[in-house]
């Protein structure tokens, strides 16, 4: 087991601490390894904060247009759920590398729970917007036709 007392990368230590165990691989190999699972990892967190983008700027319309408050609170408890599972994956240091598929899962559900406050809100707004579109007015009678006009087609005012 490889130990130190000050913070450092075990990319710098690869001999002392990932060959220990991984005996097969080479230091190629374990350098690949790490940079695919933390490519992977930061794209996943990518996603993440995409949809929690998108959500934030969902509460800016969603305000503006004067959403209530019960709908905006039930968007910021989804908003709190995706939060918290982005930023516990992104405050730590080897998550690419410890627990993967936890932090997989974890971010998979931030980005649905912010999903799921854009729908809470956009539905909010559209409720809005149908409730205050106003009522369809009958439409206007069609003016009459001179007789011989081919509907449609423009009136001509008689000579005198």
């Given at each position: 087991m490889f130990t130190s007392h000050w913070q450092s990368n075990p990319r710098m230590y690869i001999?002392?601490?990932c060959l220990q165990?991984?005996?097969?691989?080479?230091?190629?190999q374990v350098r690949?390894?790490?940079?695919?699972?933390?490519?992977?990892?930061q794209g996943k967190?990518?996603?993440?904060?995409?949809?929690?983008?998108?959500l934030i700027d969902q509460f800016q319309v969603a305000q503006a247009v004067g959403i209530d408050a019960a709908a905006l609170n039930e968007a910021r408890a989804k908003h709190d759920?995706?939060?918290?599972?982005?930023?516990?994956?992104?405050a730590s240091n080897g998550s690419a590398f410890?627990?993967?598929?936890?932090a997989k899962?974890?971010?998979?559900?931030?980005?649905?729970a912010s999903q799921a406050g854009i729908k809470i809100l956009q539905d909010a707004i559209k409720a809005k917007a149908s409730a205050a579109a106003p009522a369809p007015q009958p439409a206007a009678p069609a003016p009459a036709q001179k007789s011989g006009?081919?509907?449609g087609a423009p009136q001509v005012a008689a000579a005198r």
């Open positions: 001999k002392e601490t165990c991984h005996q097969a691989w080479d230091e190629k690949y390894l790490l940079d695919g699972m933390v490519n992977h990892y967190v990518r996603h993440a904060e995409f949809w929690l983008v998108q759920e995706a939060h918290a599972n982005w930023e516990w994956w992104t410890h627990n993967l598929d936890q899962e974890s971010l998979a559900k931030s980005a649905a006009a081919a509907p």
